[in-house]
Nanobody, 120 residues
Framework: QVQLTESGGGLAQSGGSLRLSCAAP????????MGWFRQAPGKEREFIAG????????HYADSVKGRFTITRDNAKNTVYLQLTALNSEDTAVYYC?????????????WGQGTQVTVSS
């Protein structure tokens, strides 16, 4: 069982930046690949970015490639999502998730989400 807790969401201006964090207590964090997803109002949840257990491999959705960066610090049991060049379409609840393999085919554990709102 992996408990995930996101933080760092909030209000940002269009063109601005935010950094989201997702922490997981215990050493089991290092066993899992991690991913970030988001869900905008009235839309389905979508995959944004994934990172392997070592952090050496990453992949991104086309919609955020070049603007968002996923990293992880295994010493701190934390995965990050750096959001830049934000626009109104990035407004959503952002979730982190943990799963096996890379790329992950089915994420097993989910956080509660953190709201990101981009104002124009």
């Amino acid at each position: 069982q992996v408990q995930l807790t996101e933080s760092g969401g909030g209000l940002a201006q269009s063109g601005g930046s935010l950094r989201l964090s997702c922490a997981a207590p215990g050493r089991t964090f290092t066993y899992y690949s991690m991913g970030w997803f988001r869900q905008a109002p009235g839309k389905e949840r979508e995959f944004i970015a994934g990172i392997s257990t070592s952090g050496h491999s990453t992949h991104y959705a086309d919609s955020v490639k070049g603007r968002f960066t996923i990293t992880r610090d295994n010493a701190k049991n934390t995965v990050y999502l750096q959001l830049t060049a934000l626009n109104s379409e990035d407004t959503a609840v952002y979730y982190c998730a943990a799963g096996n393999g890379f790329p992950v085919t089915e994420y097993e554990y989910w956080g509660q989400g953190t709201q990101v709102t981009v104002s124009s």
